[in-house]
């Protein structure tokens, strides 16, 4: 048996992180995020819309917002495994999707394109 460290596998989506390119932007930081990790989801969702309906006096008419809940939710939790794993096979794995499903979704949603601007 030998007694040397395994060495450790690096995919594509090792470097990928919201937090790390949110904060290369300048859009977030440390007590931001401290703050954040407080609320619940619920409230942060609350929190986001009520901001972006402010300057339209509260009204957010003809967007369809609760028809397209579903694809803003997974497009956030797709870009979540992206950053939470190593490859996209292990973020394949970590969604339990299909191979075809999986890249159906990745052309989809093309969460690389994201996080390498």
Request: aromatic share 14%; charged share 30%; no cysteine.
């Amino acid at each position: 048996m030998s007694w040397k460290r395994r060495k450790t596998r690096k995919g594509r989506n090792t470097y990928y992180s919201l937090s790390k390119k949110l904060r290369q932007e300048k859009r977030s930081n440390d007590e931001f995020e401290t703050m954040l990790g407080s609320l619940s989801l619920e409230e942060i969702i609350g929190l986001k819309l009520e901001l972006a309906t402010k300057p339209v006096s509260n009204r957010l008419y003809g967007f369809p917002l609760w028809f397209n809940l579903t694809d803003i939710v997974k497009d956030a939790i797709f870009k979540y495994a992206y950053s939470a794993t190593r490859t996209q096979m292990e973020a394949m794995r970590f969604l339990g999707l299909k191979e075809n499903d999986f890249y159906r979704l990745r052309n989809k949603y093309d969460p690389i394109s994201y996080f390498e601007d």
